[in-house]
């Protein structure tokens, strides 16, 4: 395996580098006064106006929709290194290059499912970046990390589905420019188990929508917010399904792989940011007659937070390279193996560069607090770590048996 960047890797990689350190790390201050401003408001999910400034920045240096192969040309091993560096800036970098979830994995679902009016209506303005989207498949009253368990009803009456359910951690729908849903629910409940679920475009203004309230992640409120949202009696047309009848569960797994690479190579970045974060504090910072960087405890920290960054990056170049060549369900075992691997990795990076700080480090001074609640949400988000662990184990079982 050849990890080297290709020519195309390392150019984007190096204008991304150079857009995060010139624009949006400088735009951070304006972004987090202006979010702090409106906290506890009904303004509190307002848009900063920099991230539109930083978006049109993107497409001017020609950084834009870089997840998407068939948009970009990137292969998913090429896109590692760029998305890596967009972990130094995780709230806003994405977004700024219109690489952001969950819409990422929404365009993919609708590269591959929508059909021609489907991608017309809603891929073509999300890949422009005028709205976004979200994705509805946990629900609070099952444990959704079995999708099978999901209650969502979607009936079908005539030409329309009726939706019913209530469902929960809809990540993108407190935003205004949230336009449509992607709901998964079940078509048929006497069908076998993993094809009785399909999915629907619901777009947002749809009669019988209530979105209940967005939930914090360790008291911190996104500015496009995670959603409980209610479907009462809603009413789409037949042609908004996705794929077919029953292909739910298998649309949520493609979805879901890329996805969660994705997530994995911004934690990478996370942990970088947070190890430039301790070795700086650690230069500057004096006790007990010296700088903390001249602490055995200290230099012990650091050691071990570069050895498992590049140990993760490994393992993450890895899966992206195996998704290039045979595809999210012949690399499977490596993509379950990472979404384990990264959150932990970044957690324990993120929280010695805390210890590193002192009570700096848990305050919003440092962005190391809210980094360290970011990236232990991430331990549940797409599936936890019990599921992962369950995955991997199972093909060690069976190529043994």
Not at 236 to 258: D, H, K, M, T, Y
Not at 362 to 391: I, K, M, N, T
Request: charged share 25%; glycine share 8%; aromatic share 6%.
């Amino acid at each position: 395996m050849d990890f080297a960047p290709s020519a195309v890797a390392d150019d984007y990689t190096k204008r991304m580098r150079a857009f995060l350190e010139e624009s949006i790390l400088p735009a951070e201050a304006e972004y987090d006064a202006f979010r702090e401003a409106r906290r506890g408001t009904p303004a509190e999910h307002e848009l900063p106006p920099v991230v539109e400034t930083l978006k049109a920045e993107a497409r001017d240096r020609g950084l834009w929709n870089l997840f998407l192969p068939s948009e970009s040309g990137l292969t998913n091993l090429e896109y590692a290194s760029v998305a890596e560096v967009t972990g130094w800036s995780p709230v806003i970098a994405p977004e700024a290059i219109n690489c952001q979830a969950p819409d990422t994995g929404n365009m993919e679902t609708l590269h591959l499912f929508g059909t021609a009016e489907q991608k017309q209506d809603w891929l073509a303005p999300l890949l422009s970046g005028e709205i976004r989207s979200a994705f509805a498949m946990t629900e609070p009253d099952v444990a959704s990390s079995d999708a099978t368990n999901i209650t969502t009803e979607i009936r079908r009456e005539g030409d329309e589905y009726v939706i019913n359910g209530k469902k929960w951690w809809c990540s993108g729908a407190a935003d205004s420019r949230c336009a449509i849903f992607i709901v998964m629910g079940k078509t048929d409940p006497e069908a076998s188990k993993h094809r009785q679920q399909s999915m629907v475009l619901v777009p947002r203004d749809t009669p019988g929508v209530n979105i209940v309230r967005a939930l914090p992640v360790f008291g911190y409120q996104d500015q496009h917010g995670h959603c409980e949202i209610e479907f009462h009696d809603v009413r789409v047309p037949v042609s908004n399904l996705l794929g077919e009848e029953g292909g739910g569960f298998a649309i949520s797994q493609a979805r879901l792989g890329p996805g969660r690479i994705h997530h994995c190579m911004r934690l990478i970045g996370m942990a970088e940011r947070a190890l430039d974060a301790m070795v700086r504090r650690a230069n500057e910072r004096i006790a007990f007659g010296g700088p903390l960087a001249g602490q055995g405890v200290v230099q012990q920290q650091i050691a071990e937070s570069r050895i498992e960054i590049d140990q993760a990056r490994l393992y993450v170049q890895k899966a992206a390279d195996l998704i290039d060549k045979v595809g999210s369900r012949g690399a499977a075992s490596e993509i379950a193996a990472i979404k384990v691997v990264c959150p932990r990795m970044a957690c324990g990076v993120i929280d010695r560069a805390i210890q590193v700080h002192g009570g700096g480090g848990v305050s919003d001074d440092f962005p190391l607090a809210s980094a360290y609640a970011w990236a232990r949400a991430l331990r549940l988000a797409d599936g936890p770590d019990e599921v992962h662990l369950r995955s991997v184990a199972r093909v060690e079982i069976k190529a043994r048996a």
